[in-house]
């Protein structure tokens, strides 16, 4: 019975990781799906977040989204999804959220059947802050989310959002 020396074991496992991660590279900033990604988070957060503009944002959402939040549960609708921007970012006209993208912590990378792009997903880390009168925008948390973005007849849709690890800008 011959062994195998650790080492040689180790060396396989990494190469067939290497092999397999490949394949589903993040794209680069310059490419174009990250460009059409980075302007769904922009149509998403700065127009519908940021400043309310929710029928900008409205064709973006897939009627069966489901949003898993870590602190707020389970959303299963585009409806409900709505519902809670409205009452919960949209709301309060005295203390404003506003969500900011971290500079160069958005990751996409692209999903194929057969060869033929149909999705992408996106992760990243974000700040949200609060805007209110006569006062400077101040932090108020951190967290990650990854989004599934479907593209289907031409159009991109939030297909599925994960947004979790929210913690308070000092930890």
């Known amino acids: 019975m011959t062994t195998v020396p650790s080492f040689r074991i180790v060396g396989v496992f990494i190469h067939v990781l290497l092999f397999f991660n490949m394949g589903n590279a993040q794209v ?3 490419s ?5 990604i980075m302007g769904l988070d922009s149509i998403l957060f700065v127009n519908g977040f940021n400043n309310c503009e929710l029928k900008e944002m409205e064709h973006l959402i897939a009627p069966d989204l489901e949003f898993y ?4 549960g389970i959303s299963t609708s585009k409806e409900d999804f709505f519902k809670a921007i409205e009452q919960n ?3 309060n006209g005295d203390k404003k959220p506003i969500r900011k993208l971290v500079a ?4 996409v990378y692209p999903m194929y059947n057969n060869g033929v792009l149909y999705g ?3 992760n990243g880390v974000h700040e949200f802050y609060i805007k209110e009168a006569n006062k400077e925008l101040y932090i108020t948390g951190i967290a990650k989310f ?4 479907i593209l289907q007849d031409s159009m991109w ?4 959002v994960l947004s979790y690890d929210h913690r308070s800008p000092e930890e």
Request: charged share 25%.
């Open 104 to 107: 160069n912590s958005m990751e």
């Open 120 to 122: 992408a997903i996106q």
């Open 157 to 160: 849709q939030l297909k599925r």
């Open 89 to 91: 970012i949209c709301g």
């Open 32 to 36: 174009e799906l990250y460009r059409t």
């Open 146 to 149: 990854s989004h599934v973005f």
């Open 69 to 72: 939040h870590d602190q707020s």
């Open 28 to 30: 680069e900033s310059s």
